[in-house]
């Protein structure tokens, strides 16, 4: 069975200072990797999937099949970007997402 | 559009009690998956529903059963509700064999 690791409950950051979440993942597969983010009173929503490869709100993510990651990276964190972020993997051909028990980040300003 | 929504907000209810739970899609969406998210939990898969049918399950009892109707919208019913059962439930549209999945607000139900 797959599984999504995220080590860090809390993160606190400084505004302006880089942001990194770590995502570990078992799966033996090619899974589909994705960070949906949580802000305060709204839904969970879609943050990005590594296969589209963008970069959303300054926030880049990479696929490291070697090392089992996909760990979240913002170079400057802003106030707004204080919310609740998961991590999750759906296998190839299911559409059933597997998340992680996500990150709290809170920067400070 | 106003996305996925589910009813009701909030639910209290007692331990052997039942409860339903609603989900309406995303417009143009087919297929709905319900996920449990206890607290301080990430979500955890159900079921996924698509042409009426069951089409997924996760490591959930058969306490927890669903529907999905023909216009897509869906229901979670969980018997003999436990305390354990306490969380918040989210409700998830995509089209059928597409990856995103846009999330509703959420059920919290609370088992007393």
């Known amino acids: 069975a797959q599984r999504v690791t995220q080590p860090e409950k809390l993160l606190s950051v400084f505004k302006g200072a880089p942001v990194e979440l770590k995502c570990n993942y078992s799966?033996?597969?090619?899974?589909?990797l994705f960070w949906y983010v949580q802000y305060s009173r709204q839904r969970l929503q879609l943050l990005l999937r590594?296969?589209s490869r963008e970069s959303i709100k300054g926030f880049t993510a990479d696929l490291n099949k070697g090392e089992t990651s996909f760990h979240l990276k913002k170079p400057f964190a802003q106030e707004e970007d204080s919310a609740m972020y998961y991590c999750?993997?759906?296998?190839?051909?299911?559409?059933?997402?597997?998340f992680g028990k996500g990150n709290q980040v809170v920067v400070i300003p | 559009d106003a996305g996925v929504t589910q009813s009701p907000t909030h639910l209290i209810k007692t331990r052997g009690q039942q409860v339903t739970l609603r989900c309406s899609p995303k417009s143009g969406h087919d297929t709905v998956s319900w996920y449990q998210q206890a607290l301080g939990q990430g979500p955890q898969f159900i079921f996924q529903?698509?042409?009426?049918?069951?089409?997924q399950r996760g490591n959930f009892p058969d306490r927890f059963s669903g529907h999905q109707f023909p216009n897509y919208s869906s229901e979670l019913n969980v018997n003999a509700l436990l305390l354990g059962d306490s969380a918040l439930y989210l409700c998830a549209s995509s089209p059928w064999a597409q990856e995103t999945q846009y999330f509703g607000p959420g059920t919290r139900l609370l088992v007393l």
């Open positions: 999750a993997l759906m296998r190839n051909g299911n559409n059933r997402l597997a």
């Open positions: 590594h296969i």
């Open positions: 799966y033996s597969g090619s899974p589909e």
């Open positions: 529903y698509y042409e009426e049918e069951e089409r």
